[in-house]
Structures are given as C-alpha cells and as structure tokens.
C-alpha cells in the first residue's frame, strides 16, 4: 500500500537531509512530498537537483511554502531552484488527504517533559 507522506521542514540546516528522506520514501513506493518553510535553500548542488527531479518523477514533489517565505527566499527557491510554489492554505487541503505527516528536524527540547509524560 502506498502512503501520502509529507515532510514539513521548517530548520534550514536539515532541508536537504529531509529532501533525501523524501526520495528514500518515493523509492520504497511512496507519495512523498517535502514542503520548505521560511528559509532560502542552501546551496543547491547537482546531487540536491537530482533528488528533486526523482522525487518529480515518482509523483512527489518539493514545496516552497511561499507565504512563510520573504521575498528573497521565495525568489531563490521558486525561480532559482525550482521548488513547486505552495500556499499555506493549500498546503492545509493536501495535508487533509495524508497518511503520515513527519515534522524533519525539529530543534531539541530545551525543557524535559511534564512528570505524566516522562515514563
């Protein structure tokens, strides 16, 4: 069975990471898309555009979520890279129909958890 899988990357250190993550889940059959929020790509080498165009190939793609982004960043990703441009909103709407939604590269706690949740 396939899954919609969508990785939301919201650190810029690990966009490229959650973009390989993105392809290893196209090539085991899946739906995968990777949704870039807030930042500029860092640079984008031939292996990262590669990536990208797999993950075309096997029906997923690569999001710039334009409405988090500032202009620069939305230039360089939209028109530079050539990440797909997606709104939060519809963003929102495909997130309805996912089966797995990875939140990538969380930054670490800076707190531990409540005692009812630390067990």
Known sequence: MSLKIYFLIANRQYITDAIRSALGQSVENHYSHACVFYHKM???????????????????????VVDTMDE????????????????????????READVIIGYGMPKQKHGPPPACAD
């Open 72 to 95: 620069e960043a939305k230039k360089y990703n939209v028109e530079e890279v050539g990440l797909t441009p997606i709104t939060l909103e519809e963003l929102a709407q495909r997130l």
């Open 42 to 64: 860092p640079r984008v080498t031939e292996y990262v555009k590669e990536n990208i165009e797999w993950i075309r190939d096997m029906e997923g793609d690569v999001f710039a």
